[in-house]
Each structure stands twice: as structure tokens, then as C-alpha cells.
């Protein structure tokens, strides 16, 4: 005791003082850690196979979308969108292997757009066509016309690309304009995901669940109980659920679909309920060949061409600039690479308006874009190989061709693939948010400039769709107007780029708060090397198509 007593009352005694240490703040990354396989490192054979398949199972949920929403009522029964959707899943095949191969060589797959659609409606409800009686005659006359503005829009879109124009304006952007720009372009989508699923909620919310159960395997209690029970018979891993959860997650509902389609459970519900819900009733199967030869030029004849129409598909290219280029930092962020450089994204644009092209000489409805829900499968996978894009590429392109058995998966009910969306869009928007960890969150102009771009994107095209478009949705000028208002990307883009270039670049301080100071290195294709790993072209063509 008296031990004690001396040392607790020893007047140079002090009392110890513990230290804590200051929280330090996560490091920034310019590459996304956690990437099994980056851009360059290709999976397994076994894997990249299973992997490149599931790519394409989700590109057809676009691809079977736009050409059910427009064929039927271009007076096209369901032989003409057997048709379509095989000439379409063919370009995006094709334009996919030229992506990975000339484009931006990112893990990207090229898809239908569904910016095009109102441009596609206008031409289907023109006066011209109206006088045509006969179903078939009116869908042949009526997508020629299509046809031929898609072909004249891609012009415009190849020039962007390839003449240098895109890069101009993409060379001025920061890391905060980048947030918007990658943001929106998934957000942009929103009414592909719920609204879609809730046309037939008990089979689209039974396939979200799944989908978020076996993502978020490792951190669900109920899960890792059930791995443990099913490792006493074979060998599993947690991360083989979780890469391949959307073919588990789109089998299990699928069959619930066919359980409840063979159950009569549809056959007194309404129309549009039986078209969402059941399996038999897309008619693809029937409508489709054992064998089709997609690469004809002009099916259905040649195109014919009206001014008003081209530039309001001329404004629809203008606005899949926007979405491709977010999906192309987006798929740089989840494969691992670094920041696209402007020159990058202007080849790949170019080859983008090629595509789109295409499916104008191919008779398809729609032009191209880059495919944000794809973008979007590489975060779940954590596989941002290109080469597991180009067999997807393989596989839409084999099933473009035998008809049959790609029309048995492309019968898969739509709310199922809206279920997939609501994750995939959302992590492409997720993609977005990553860029603020180069910039000032404590500057009022930075959240000023973020928080009206947020809100216009979002206010600006709510009111054309809500009014405008409801009241002014005739004529080539107001399609214009619809097209280019009604895209949240654009609208929340232009207002960031324009607020971000007029700030005080010429100032140290707002260059840091925009993270100015880091993006310029990736401004210059030659100004960081990794570039080359990235983006350098195959067979030495960089020799002769040199990068700046």
C-alpha cells in the first residue's frame, strides 16, 4: 500500500497521457484498386468464357427493348423484329471486336441507343406514311426512311470522332465536370430500371433480390451460413457467386417466370401484364430461322431521306456523344486504367458513329452507343479484361446468325433485365462519385457547380417530358428540342462544363480545388506512360495513327 501511496502521490509524478492518432483520410487512387483482371490481364480460358457469355446475355436486354417498343408499330409483326433484333445484336458483335480492337480498347460493349427513339417515333407517325394500308408495306417504307436518317446522322458522328472534332471539347474537362459527365450517364437511365421492373414486380423484384443477396455475399450472414453448409459436399468460393450472380440471378427468375406462365397464373390477367410477364409471349422463337444471314445491305430496300428527320437523329448522335463518353471513363474506372485521354475517346467515338452507320445500311431502328449497363457488369465481376468483351463480341455475333438459339435467351422477360439494371446503372453512377476525390469539398464553388448541375440535370428534362414533349411532339424542331433536353446526361453536363470553364482557371488555388493540377497528365497521351499499356493500338499502328 504504501508502495501506492508513493507513486500515485509523488509530486513529480505526472499523469500519462494516451495518444490517439488523427484519423488519416483514404489515399486517392488514380486506378481502382481490387481489379482481379485489369484491362491487359485476361481471365482463365474456362472463366473468360462463362464471363464473355454473361456480357452478352445482359446486351440483350437493350437490344431486345428498342426493337419491341418500335417494330409493332411501324406495322412490323413479329418476323420483322426476329429480324431487326439479329441485325442489331450482329452490329453490336461486329462494332464490339472493332471497339476493343481500333477504338478505345476498353472493356466496352457497343449496343443500340435508346436516345434515338423519339427521333425513330417521329418518322413512324409521319403523314407520309400514313396512307400505306398494308401493315408490311407501311413497316418497309417507313424504316427505310429510318434507314436513311440513321445513315446521315452517322456522318455527323464520324466526323466528331475521327476529324479530332469531340476532342476539342473533351480536353477542357476537370475532374469536377468528369462527375456529372459519368454520374448521369447512369442515373440518366432510371426509367429502364424500376418502372420497368414494376410491370411484373413478382418476377422483376424477386430477380433484384437474388442479384443483391449474391453480390453482397461476403458481407450477408445468411449467405456465408450457406456457403458453409455447401462446402461439406463441394468446394466453393465466395467470389465465384459473386461474379457469376447475374446468370444465377436471371436463371432463378427466369424459372419462376416459366413456373408461373405454365401455371396459368396469366391467363386472366390483362395484356400488357401477360406481354411483360410471360415467356411465350415475345414470338421469337417462332418468328426466327434456324439460320440468318444478317449482313445484307438494305433488307427492305433502299433508304429514302428527308431533311428535318436527319438532324433530329443528327441530335440523337449529338447526345450518344455524351453517354458514350461517360460509359468510357466508366469502363476505364472498373478495369482498372487510367483516366481515358480526350484523343483516346475521340477514336472511340469514331468508331462508335461506324457502328451506327452500319446498322443504317443493315436496316436496323436504332444507332449506337456504348452499353452502360455492361460498364456496369465489370464493377460486379471485378474483370475489366477486353478480352472477356470480345468473346461477348463472339457470342452475339454466332447468335445473330443461328436464329433459333438466340431467340430462346432473348425471350427472357424484359422486367428481369430491369431488375440487372437498377444495379448496373447504378454502379456506373457510382463511377462518377469516384472523381471527387480529386476535387475541394470544402469549396462553396465546388458545391455550387456540383449541386445545380445535379438539380438542372434532373429538373430541366422532367419538364420537357412532363409538358413539352406531351404538347410539342410533332414536327423535326421539336424534336430536336426534345431529344437534347429530354437526356439528362447532356443537360447536367453542359450546365457543369459551362460553370466549370468560366471559373478562374488561371488561379492556383480553384486549378486545385478542381483537380486541374492531377488531370493534366492525362490530358496528353503521351504524358503518362501507362497510356500506352492502356490504349496503344495493336500491330504497331500507333506508328502510323499516332496518338496526341
Known amino acids: 500500500m504504501a508502495e501506492s501511496s508513493d507513486h500515485s502521490g509523488g509530486g513529480n509524478s505526472q499523469s500519462q497521457v494516451i495518444q490517439v492518432p488523427e484519423p488519416q483520410p483514404h489515399p486517392v ?35 431486345v427493348l428498342i426493337p419491341t417498343t418500335i417494330v409493332p408499330e411501324m406495322g412490323g409483326g413479329h418476323a420483322e423484329k426476329a429480324k431487326v433484333i439479329q441485325n442489331l445484336l450482329f452490329v453490336s458483335g461486329l462494332s464490339t471486336l472493332l471497339q476493343t480492337w481500333f477504338g478505345t480498347r476498353l472493356p466496352t460493349v457497343v449496343v443500340g441507343s435508346y436516345s434515338y427513339i423519339i427521333p425513330a417515333m417521329s418518322i413512324i407517325h409521319a403523314k407520309r406514311y400514313t396512307k400505306y394500308t398494308d401493315p408490311y408495306e407501311r413497316f418497309t417504307h417507313t424504316i427505310r426512311g429510318i434507314q436513311g436518317a440513321l445513315i446521315i446522322s452517322s456522318i455527323f458522328h464520324v466526323c466528331m470522332g475521327f476529324l479530332g472534332i469531340w476532342r476539342f471539347a473533351v480536353r477542357f474537362l476537370s475532374p469536377l465536370s468528369v462527375v456529372p459527365f ?53 468446394s466453393t468460393k465466395r467470389l465465384i457467386y459473386e461474379r457469376y450472380g447475374l446468370l444465377f440471378s436471371i436463371a432463378s427468375a427466369w424459372l419462376l417466370a416459366q413456373l408461373l406462365t405454365s401455371s396459368t397464373a396469366y391467363n386472366n390477367k390483362p395484356e400488357s401484364t401477360q406481354n411483360s410477364c410471360r415467356t411465350d409471349r415475345s414470338g421469337l422463337i417462332s418468328a426466327s430461322e434456324w439460320f440468318h444471314i444478317p449482313f445484307i445491305p438494305f433488307p427492305w430496300g433502299f433508304p429514302t431521306f428527308n431533311f428535318g428527320e436527319a438532324l433530329a437523329m443528327i441530335a440523337a448522335s449529338f447526345v450518344t456523344l455524351f453517354e458514350s463518353t461517360g460509359t468510357f471513363f466508366a469502363a476505364a474506372r472498373y478495369g482498372s486504367g487510367t483516366p481515358v485521354p480526350p484523343h483516346i475517346i475521340c477514336r472511340g467515338t469514331g468508331w462508335v458513329g461506324v457502328a451506327s452507320m452500319v446498322n443504317g445500311f443493315l436496316g436496323s431502328v436504332t444507332g ?32 445473330s446468325i443461328a436464329g433459333k438459339f438466340g431467340a430462346v435467351l432473348a425471350s427472357i422477360p424484359l422486367p428481369i433485365m430491369a431488375a440487372m439494371n437498377c444495379l448496373f446503372f447504378g454502379y456506373v453512377s457510382s463511377a462518377g462519385l469516384d472523381f471527387l476525390q480529386f476535387c475541394n469539398l470544402n ?29 410539342h411532339h410533332h414536327g423535326w424542331f421539336n424534336d430536336i428540342l426534345n431529344v437534347f433536353f429530354m437526356s439528362h446526361t447532356t443537360v447536367a453536363v453542359l450546365v457543369a462544363f459551362i460553370l466549370d470553364i468560366t471559373l478562374s482557371r488561371d488561379d492556383d488555388e480553384v486549378r486545385k480545388d478542381i483537380g486541374l493540377q492531377w488531370w493534366e497528365k492525362f490530358r496528353v497521351y503521351s504524358a503518362d506512360g501507362r497510356n500506352a499499356d492502356f490504349y496503344k493500338l495493336p500491330c504497331r499502328l500507333n506508328e502510323f495513327f499516332p496518338a496526341l
Not at 373 to 381: D, M, S, V, Y
Request: charged share 10%; proline share 5%.
Open 29 to 63: 487512387m488514380e486506378q481502382l484498386p481490387d481489379v482481379e483482371y485489369c484491362i491487359n490481364s485476361p481471365p482463365p480460358w474456362p472463366h473468360a468464357l462463362l464471363l464473355g457469355f454473361q456480357h452478352y446475355i445482359l446486351t440483350l436486354g437493350m437490344t
Open 182 to 234: 459519368v454520374t448521369f450517364t447512369g442515373l440518366g437511365l432510371y426509367h429502364l430500371g424500376f418502372p420497368m421492373l414494376a410491370n411484373c414486380v413478382e418476377v422483376g423484384l424477386p430477380a433484384l433480390i437474388v442479384m443483391v443477396f449474391i453480390s453482397q455475399a461476403s458481407l450477408c450472414l445468411l449467405s456465408t451460413i450457406l456457403l458453409q453448409y455447401l462446402n461439406r459436399f463441394i
Open 443 to 471: 469549396s462553396f464553388r465546388i458545391k455550387f457547380v456540383l449541386g445545380l448541375s445535379f438539380f438542372l440535370g434532373i429538373s430541366i428534362p422532367q419538364y420537357f417530358v412532363e409538358y413539352f414533349y406531351v404538347k
Open 368 to 399: 449506337c452507343t456504348a452499353s452502360v449497363e455492361n460498364a456496369g457488369l465489370l464493377a460486379l465481376t471485378k474483370v475489366g479484361s477486353r478480352r472477356v468483351i470480345q468473346i461477348s463480341a463472339g457470342f452475339m455475333v454466332f447468335f
